[in-house]
């Protein structure tokens, strides 16, 4: 695929998820940037933002499978992976396929399930597979999780530990609308809904292409130097508790990629990596319990090291 048929593609989804949600281009980037780099995403929000709707016309403007999943404390792995089932007129078992065979996984209020579920999607998460009884089973590709928590509400719900959390290549935010944004939302769905009128704009061969595109961006060895030293002194900081993995470097670089191609680069550059810090590293990080109560937060001590580390030129 061309640079020129990369960057029209690009801009019919960008307006195709612009139609349902209207006045929010910089979470439209950053579910692109976790679809193109072949990560999952992790959307932490109040309920009725637009985080169900968002999910769903992505599927439909890349035409693929979707599946919607509601966690539950009483959902089961078997009821997210699959599960052997007998057939009795032939005595054989067959393995019925679960809802993780999709290609965009809807996994709603995912902090809802208990911990043991919860792990079920590691390996999908992580390998685009699924072991059911001792048997692995491939996922179709593209596999996409958009998962959802809300983080006004946490009574009865299991928090994420650091290995689930460590799966998703970022954690977004939607928010309110824009007054402008919601009141052109209220006359777009006064007649219908605008998610009904989204047509597919490319196909899933489509997307696989552009997630190869990714990998091929250019990355020069300073601004890899740049990316790595924001790395490290995550793990010398004096508010965190817990700094980035290697695994979580390579989420950061991929990441990058992924930004550099939605804004037409052949190349990263310092601003891919600065826009992405938040997204990509606040959910990987711990606070120590001081720095907690005293008021910092992830993205604040993210925001002091980002400031610290100089530009390369």
Do not use: W
């Not at 919607?68 to 019925?96: C, K, S, Y």
């Not at 944004?181 to 490319?202: G, K, Y």
Request: aromatic share 6%; net charge negative.
């Amino acid at each position: 695929m061309s640079s020129t048929d990369s960057t029209a593609t690009i801009r019919r989804l960008r307006d195709a998820l612009r139609s349902v949600l209207q006045g929010k281009d910089d979470v439209i980037d950053l579910l692109l940037v976790g679809l193109l780099g072949a990560g999952h995403v992790l959307v932490e929000d109040v309920p009725g933002v637009g985080k169900t709707t968002l999910a769903k016309a992505l599927a439909r403007a890349i035409d693929v499978t979707f599946t919607r999943v509601q966690f539950t404390p009483d959902l089961l792995p078997t009821d997210i992976l699959g599960a052997q089932l007998l057939n009795p007129r032939e005595g054989t078992f067959a393995f019925h396929r679960g809802p993780v065979f999709t290609n965009i996984l809807l996994a709603d209020e995912i902090n809802r399930a208990s911990p043991r579920t919860q792990s079920a999607l590691l390996e999908a998460m992580n390998e685009s597979q699924a072991t059911v009884d001792g048997v692995t089973h491939a996922l179709p590709a593209p596999f996409f999780v958009v998962a959802t928590q809300n983080p006004a509400d946490y009574q009865g719900t299991y928090p994420l530990p650091e290995a689930q959390l460590d799966r998703f290549l970022l954690r977004i935010g939607v928010g309110y609308p824009a007054a402008d944004a919601e009141l052109a939302m209220l006359f777009a769905r006064r007649a219908s809904d605008p998610l009904a009128e989204v047509t597919a704009v490319c196909d899933r061969e489509t997307v696989i292409r552009l997630q190869a595109e990714v990998r091929e961006i250019e990355v020069k060895t300073p601004v890899a130097s740049y990316l790595l030293e924001i790395v490290q002194r995550t793990r010398k900081s004096a508010p965190l508790e817990l700094g980035i993995s290697p695994r979580g470097a390579l989420a950061f670089f991929r990441a990058a990629q992924a930004r550099a191609l939605l804004q037409g680069r052949s190349y990263v550059s310092p601003d891919d990596i600065h826009a992405l810090a938040a997204p990509v590293l606040a959910h990987r990080v711990q606070l120590t319990t001081q720095a907690r109560y005293g008021g910092t937060t992830a993205e604040a001590a993210l925001a002091d090291i980002v400031r610290d580390v100089p530009v390369p030129t």
